[in-house]
């Protein structure tokens, strides 16, 4: 053996055994991290008075300095970022990243949240307190299915497609939690965070009556074949540490109170080992004046507990010690629900020192660092989906008479705060779009032209931030100055120009979380209708007649309808969603061409208002690509490179245990390099009330100008699992399936062949 690894082994040994003895020596249990966290939680159990327990079963936890216990709070958010904790990099939103289908980049990202979530921790863990948003306990991925695009919490999702969110939903818990690791001085092994999937189940709208409403007559099939599979996917396969609860009832009994959802599906039928979260206020929400299921505090909290909801967001918790004492629960049936919370606190290294617990060397340069904002831009690049482009893109950014002919138009062309969608942290810069088009050709002419709405141009400040009750944050900008413009003055200011680059859409001051505000066409974070407010639609119409070319970069958290736009009044369309802290660099890379557009929607975009079914109305008929009768605007899996693509010679392989594998030869017959997502749906063609179609699998391949690479995508026998009506549960019913291999959604992109499935 060399020598100096001789000593360094040696050195390892001495140190393992004077950290073991010292460990060791301490008298209390709970307080030795060689014991499990099982024994660990249990003996610490032992030791907390009632009030004690109560007040670890509230999201703001102070510290129990008698039992060495730190204070910790379970509300944290990385959504897309570290949120509300100070500087963090704001990555793209997540229905936008969705479109990217690139799920290791994904992964890559929320490691690099996970490392600036760990590195604010370490800093905060130093002060002798850990307050809201500064823990290890991260409310996310929000893996609700994205049903309808009014819903304004949408945007927070990985889209329509019960497979789209669990893949992704899956690598955002691989970041997040990282894989445990093993200290070198004990036994023991630590997640990095806490991952939470919610909520739990059959959530998304609408916002207003959230905390009344109540899901009823839902089919069992559009139950467990769409709204829980990612949530199971989570549980079984992503070992996720938190599942929340969602506010509405489902079936007559608030989710956070359902045994049902909570006893029998979750923990029995799944096997789920972790703690159940209340979302923000939910167990209030069990009151008189809400959903009604519950006399007073003591019998909500009662209710709650027992369902199995562990740890409550909010303070009705504090009603606890009154429900024991008039016997409306039992003690022992409130330790059930702290030795969860006890043990994903050791299981986070929360009670041992630093000195054993290896996220902790995690430092502070890595908030905001080069790296994580450059992995913000990759995303916020490939994240953009092409939706319209007659031959006017990608525009000459090195031609400068062209240049001077350019104009930037729009509401959402210079403002910063858009690009940060909801559930945002503070990033170190941000790059707007009209930032990102002067850094990339110089100067450009630039006009407002008109709010999200209206024709009013404000021009704003931000002064704080307002936040609610359920933790939502709002900016609050405070006017400096406003006027009203004419469509006289927007063509005056277009006079000179040749092409127009409009940055248009919406905002999420206005789509989001359970919003104060109202206007045309929203209602308290939804939408009312789908279709781009009426104003811009003007503006588009009016340059338009005027001859200029006209290129919408439409800002979004959800599907807008585009019909007029893609008929007659834009030369190109670029979704750009609400694309984070470098989401004007990644415009302009795609506008002039710096970087190919791959993205895909991850949601339908549909015509108009008249496809869509009534918003409360949670049955699956009609809705997302998988049952949608009509054709829509653009589908599920749509978007545009600068180059084209040929798949052909696409064949089927089965194996011997069931599962199959689909191959295309996929070829770039364009003059440029580019990347095409490969897509993979499946039908059983005996199932006349079924899908009409399921993503089961995906692929990106990059190709340089007349490449070509044969792609295999592997279907796992389960992945054609679905409803058998016959025996009412989620099984591979064997039969005849079509499987079909393309680049959209669409009939007219996919090829379709036959398999025996036994």
Same mark, same amino acid.
């Given at each position: 053996m060399n020598i100096k690894r001789y000593k360094r082994c040696l050195w390892a040994l001495m140190l393992l055994s004077w950290s073991t003895t010292n460990i060791t020596a301490q008298q209390l249990p709970y307080q030795n991290p060689n014991l499990t966290a099982e024994q660990r939680a249990e003996d610490l159990l032992g030791r907390l008075t009632l009030e004690e327990k109560t007040l670890l079963m509230m999201n703001s936890s102070p510290a129990i300095p008698r039992l060495g216990i730190p204070s910790f709070d379970w509300w944290?958010?990385?959504?897309?970022?570290? #949120?509300?904790? #100070?500087?963090?990099?704001?990555?793209?939103?997540?229905?936008?990243?969705?479109?990217?289908f690139d799920v290791p980049l994904l992964e890559r990202i929320y490691t690099a949240v996970s490392d600036e979530a760990r590195a604010k921790n370490n800093i905060a863990r130093k002060s002798g307190k850990v307050k809201r948003y500064q823990g290890l306990s991260f409310w996310t991925p929000n893996i609700n299915i994205f049903r309808d695009p009014r819903w304004g919490r949408g945007q927070e999702t990985y889209g329509e497609d019960p497979y789209m969110n669990s893949v992704m939903g899956l690598a955002v818990v691989r970041g997040l939690q990282g894989t445990?690791?093993?200290?070198?001085?004990?036994?023991?092994?630590?997640? +990095?965070?806490?991952?939470?999937?919610?909520h739990f189940a059959v959530h998304s709208g609408p916002e207003k009556t959230r905390h009344h409403f109540n899901i009823e007559n839902l089919s069992p099939r559009d139950l467990w074949e769409t709204y829980l599979p990612a949530f199971k996917t989570l549980v079984q396969e992503g070992n996720v540490q938190q599942v929340m609860c969602a506010y509405q009832r489902f079936e007559g009994e608030p989710c956070c109170g359902s045994d049902r959802l909570l006893q029998q599906i979750l923990r029995k039928e799944w096997g789920y080992k972790g703690l159940v979260v209340s979302d923000c206020g939910a167990i209030r929400d069990f009151l008189p004046q809400w959903h009604g !299921?519950?006399?007073?505090?003591?019998?909500?909290v009662s209710k709650a507990i027992i369902s199995g909801t562990d740890v409550e967001c909010g303070s009705l918790y504090k009603s606890l010690p009154e429900a024991v004492r008039r016997g409306d629960i039992s003690e022992e049936q409130v330790n059930v629900s702290v030795r969860r919370l006890l043990k994903g606190r050791i299981e986070l290294g929360d009670l041992d020192p630093d000195s054993?617990?290896?996220?902790? +060397?995690?430092?502070?340069?890595?908030?905001a660092s080069k790296e994580h904002q450059q992995l913000a831009l990759q995303m916020a690049r490939e994240q953009m989906v092409l939706l319209k482009n007659n031959g006017v893109l990608p525009l000459n950014a090195h031609h400068a008479p062209h240049n001077s002919k350019i104009m930037v138009m729009g509401p959402n062309a210079a403002d910063s705060t858009m690009l940060w969608g909801i559930y945002f942290g503070k990033p170190a810069h941000t790059v707007t779009v009209l930032e990102g088009i002067e850094r990339k050709i110089g100067k450009v002419r630039y006009e407002q032209a008109c709010d999200i709405t209206d024709m009013t141009v404000r021009l704003q400040a931000i002064s704080g931030t307002s936040e609610s009750r359920d933790g939502s944050t709002t900016l609050e900008l405070k006017e400096t100055s406003r006027h009203t413009n004419t469509m006289a003055d927007v063509l005056k200011a277009a006079q000179e120009a040749e092409t127009v680059i409009f940055v248009g859409g919406i905002s999420p001051n206005l789509e989001r979380e359970e919003a104060k505000k109202s206007a045309l066409g929203f209602d308290k974070g939804d939408r009312t209708t789908?279709?781009?407010?009426?104003?811009?639609?003007?503006?588009?119409?009016?340059?338009?007649?005027?001859?200029?070319?006209?290129?919408?970069?439409?800002?979004? #958290?959800?599907?807008?309808?585009?019909?007029?736009?893609?008929?007659?009044?834009?030369?190109?369309i670029l979704q750009a969603w609400y694309a984070g802290e470098q989401g004007g660099h990644a !415009?302009?890379? !795609?506008?002039?061409?710096?970087?190919?557009?791959?993205?895909?929607?991850?949601?339908?975009?549909?015509?108009?208002?008249?496809?869509?079914?009534?918003?409360?109305?949670?049955?699956?008929k009609n809705r997302t690509y998988r049952f949608f009768q009509g054709e829509p605007l653009y589908p599920f899996g749509y978007g545009l490179s600068y180059t084209t693509f040929q798949i052909k010679d696409e064949s089927?392989?089965? +194996?011997?245990? #069931?599962?199959?594998?689909?191959?295309?030869?996929? +070829?770039?017959?364009?003059?440029?390099?580019?990347?095409?997502? !490969?897509?993979?749906?499946?039908?059983?063609?005996?199932?006349?009330?079924?899908?009409?179609?399921?993503?089961?699998?995906?692929?990106?391949?990059?190709?340089?100008?007349?490449?070509?690479?044969t792609v295999a995508i592997d279907l796992p026998r389960q992945r054609f699992e679905g409803w058998d009506t016959a025996t009412n549960t989620m099984r591979v019913v064997p039969g005849t399936y079509e499987v079909m291999v393309g680049t959209s959604s669409a009939d007219k992109d996919l090829k379709k062949m036959k398999v025996k499935i036994k």
């Amino acid at each position: 053996m060399n020598i100096k690894r001789y000593k360094r082994c040696l050195w390892a040994l001495m140190l393992l055994s004077w950290s073991t003895t010292n460990i060791t020596a301490q008298q209390l249990p709970y307080q030795n991290p060689n014991l499990t966290a099982e024994q660990r939680a249990e003996d610490l159990l032992g030791r907390l008075t009632l009030e004690e327990k109560t007040l670890l079963m509230m999201n703001s936890s102070p510290a129990i300095p008698r039992l060495g216990i730190p204070s910790f709070d379970w509300w944290s958010e990385a959504l897309h970022g570290v #949120g509300r904790n #100070g500087i963090a990099t704001v990555f793209p939103q997540c229905i936008g990243m969705a479109c990217s289908f690139d799920v290791p980049l994904l992964e890559r990202i929320y490691t690099a949240v996970s490392d600036e979530a760990r590195a604010k921790n370490n800093i905060a863990r130093k002060s002798g307190k850990v307050k809201r948003y500064q823990g290890l306990s991260f409310w996310t991925p929000n893996i609700n299915i994205f049903r309808d695009p009014r819903w304004g919490r949408g945007q927070e999702t990985y889209g329509e497609d019960p497979y789209m969110n669990s893949v992704m939903g899956l690598a955002v818990v691989r970041g997040l939690q990282g894989t445990t690791r093993l200290s070198p001085l004990t036994t023991h092994h630590y997640y +990095k965070l806490h991952a939470c999937a919610k909520h739990f189940a059959v959530h998304s709208g609408p916002e207003k009556t959230r905390h009344h409403f109540n899901i009823e007559n839902l089919s069992p099939r559009d139950l467990w074949e769409t709204y829980l599979p990612a949530f199971k996917t989570l549980v079984q396969e992503g070992n996720v540490q938190q599942v929340m609860c969602a506010y509405q009832r489902f079936e007559g009994e608030p989710c956070c109170g359902s045994d049902r959802l909570l006893q029998q599906i979750l923990r029995k039928e799944w096997g789920y080992k972790g703690l159940v979260v209340s979302d923000c206020g939910a167990i209030r929400d069990f009151l008189p004046q809400w959903h009604g !299921v519950s006399k007073d505090s003591a019998a909500a909290v009662s209710k709650a507990i027992i369902s199995g909801t562990d740890v409550e967001c909010g303070s009705l918790y504090k009603s606890l010690p009154e429900a024991v004492r008039r016997g409306d629960i039992s003690e022992e049936q409130v330790n059930v629900s702290v030795r969860r919370l006890l043990k994903g606190r050791i299981e986070l290294g929360d009670l041992d020192p630093d000195s054993i617990v290896e996220w902790t +060397k995690i430092p502070s340069s890595v908030i905001a660092s080069k790296e994580h904002q450059q992995l913000a831009l990759q995303m916020a690049r490939e994240q953009m989906v092409l939706l319209k482009n007659n031959g006017v893109l990608p525009l000459n950014a090195h031609h400068a008479p062209h240049n001077s002919k350019i104009m930037v138009m729009g509401p959402n062309a210079a403002d910063s705060t858009m690009l940060w969608g909801i559930y945002f942290g503070k990033p170190a810069h941000t790059v707007t779009v009209l930032e990102g088009i002067e850094r990339k050709i110089g100067k450009v002419r630039y006009e407002q032209a008109c709010d999200i709405t209206d024709m009013t141009v404000r021009l704003q400040a931000i002064s704080g931030t307002s936040e609610s009750r359920d933790g939502s944050t709002t900016l609050e900008l405070k006017e400096t100055s406003r006027h009203t413009n004419t469509m006289a003055d927007v063509l005056k200011a277009a006079q000179e120009a040749e092409t127009v680059i409009f940055v248009g859409g919406i905002s999420p001051n206005l789509e989001r979380e359970e919003a104060k505000k109202s206007a045309l066409g929203f209602d308290k974070g939804d939408r009312t209708t789908i279709e781009l407010p009426q104003v811009q639609r003007d503006i588009l119409k009016a340059l338009h007649d005027a001859g200029k070319k006209v290129i919408l970069v439409c800002c979004s #958290g959800s599907a807008i309808g585009l019909k007029p736009e893609q008929q007659e009044t834009c030369d190109a369309i670029l979704q750009a969603w609400y694309a984070g802290e470098q989401g004007g660099h990644a !415009v302009a890379d !795609v506008l002039f061409g710096d970087y190919n557009p791959s993205g895909k929607l991850a949601v339908t975009f549909y015509k108009d208002d008249s496809q869509l079914p009534a918003f409360d109305d949670y049955s699956m008929k009609n809705r997302t690509y998988r049952f949608f009768q009509g054709e829509p605007l653009y589908p599920f899996g749509y978007g545009l490179s600068y180059t084209t693509f040929q798949i052909k010679d696409e064949s089927l392989k089965m +194996k011997s245990d #069931g599962s199959c594998t689909v191959t295309a030869k996929v +070829k770039n017959t364009g003059k440029r390099e580019g990347t095409e997502i !490969v897509q993979v749906y499946i039908r059983n063609t005996a199932d006349k009330e079924g899908p009409l179609k399921t993503l089961k699998g995906f692929e990106r391949v990059t190709l340089k100008a007349g490449e070509c690479k044969t792609v295999a995508i592997d279907l796992p026998r389960q992945r054609f699992e679905g409803w058998d009506t016959a025996t009412n549960t989620m099984r591979v019913v064997p039969g005849t399936y079509e499987v079909m291999v393309g680049t959209s959604s669409a009939d007219k992109d996919l090829k379709k062949m036959k398999v025996k499935i036994k």
